[in-house]
């Protein structure tokens, strides 16, 4: 019997070697690795590392780069989420009817979230250039608009390019959310209809609880990736104009591989982790955890 148990746990840990092998060298060693280089002046170019301690992130916050990219960032996140989470919601409850061609409509949404982004960013910096069909539209019904292109205006390129994530992510977080209404029991719909209840009450008290766990993890997913924009800033404006659409991400990106400063870039880098974390825990904190989720 020891011996059977003996080869089942051997068979286990060669199966499980290879995913541990990979965790340890591709994430948790670069993990530490890159906090150990947070508290250092470590540049590419120049060799070693130098202990600094906390000198880097002291700079950080004194570097008007980066306290503009952490602004830049944070009006994105607040700028995208809302309105994501809301029409993603809206598509799914118009979706989840029984309307002739609502397959097709699901894949049509749908579409655009796994397109590459650099695609996407691509199609989209044609439409908002200073020739391209948004200001020909503008034109033709007397709006106004950026004459110099979007992306070159620095009023408008952060909210163009806000306009673009949200088109694009509503429709994977719609397919979640359809989902999760598929699981809703149709009991529940028939008892509040019995009760007298009507559309928008059903909804209100019948579909929106349901749907809680399913809109924390849209929330907590998508502010953790929105955080995180970088793609989209790389194809299509390089952080400019005049840092107006520079992130953290970008700003990391800079200064470890343009500058090769690899322990400020660290130091940044884990600034960011920290404001995700928190932001994270807030979320879970106003959803609610334990009990009142599982109900």
């Known amino acids: 019997m020891n011996l059977q148990r003996s080869k089942a746990h051997l068979t286990t840990g060669l199966f499980l070697a290879p995913w541990i092998a990979t965790l340890l060298l591709f994430w ?49 996140v607040f700028g995208t989420i809302p309105f994501t989470t809301i029409f993603a919601l809206i598509l799914a409850v118009i979706i989840n009817r029984r309307i002739p061609g609502a397959g097709l409509f699901r894949a049509g949404f749908f579409i655009p979230s796994i397109t590459s ?21 503008l034109k033709l019904t007397g709006l106004p608009f950026p004459k110099e292109g979007w992306l070159h205006s620095e009023m408008a390129a952060l909210p163009a390019i806000m306009i673009m994530d949200v088109w694009i992510a509503i429709g994977y977080y719609m397919l979640l959310y359809l989902a999760a209404l598929k699981s809703i029991p149709g009991e529940l719909y028939e008892a509040a209809e019995l009760e ?56 990391v990106f800079e200064e470890g591989l343009e500058r090769f400063n690899m322990g400020y870039a660290s130091a940044a880098a884990y600034v960011l982790f920290v404001v995700i974390a928190i932001f994270s825990a807030i979320q879970l904190r106003l959803f609610g955890l334990g009990r009142r989720i599982a109900d």
Not at 117 to 137: P, Q
Not at 231 to 251: A, Q
């Open 196 to 251: 007298g209840a009507g559309p928008l009450r059903r909804f209100w008290h019948v579909t929106l609880p349901h749907l809680r766990p399913m809109t924390l993890f849209v929330v907590v997913i998508n502010t953790i990736r929105s955080f995180q924009i970088f793609v989209e800033i790389f194809v299509m404006t390089k952080g400019g104009p005049l840092n107006s659409t520079l992130t953290v991400v970008y700003f």
């Open 117 to 137: 982004m650099v695609v996407m960013a691509l199609i989209f910096t044609n439409l908002y250039s200073a020739g391209g069909y948004i200001n020909l539209l």
């Open 28 to 76: 948790l060693y670069p993990l530490l690795h890159s906090l150990y280089l947070s508290f250092t002046d470590y540049s590419i170019l120049s060799g070693e590392p130098h202990w600094v301690g906390l000198e880097n992130f002291k700079r950080l916050f004194s570097d008007e780069d980066f306290l503009k990219a952490l602004e830049n960032t944070s009006i994105f």
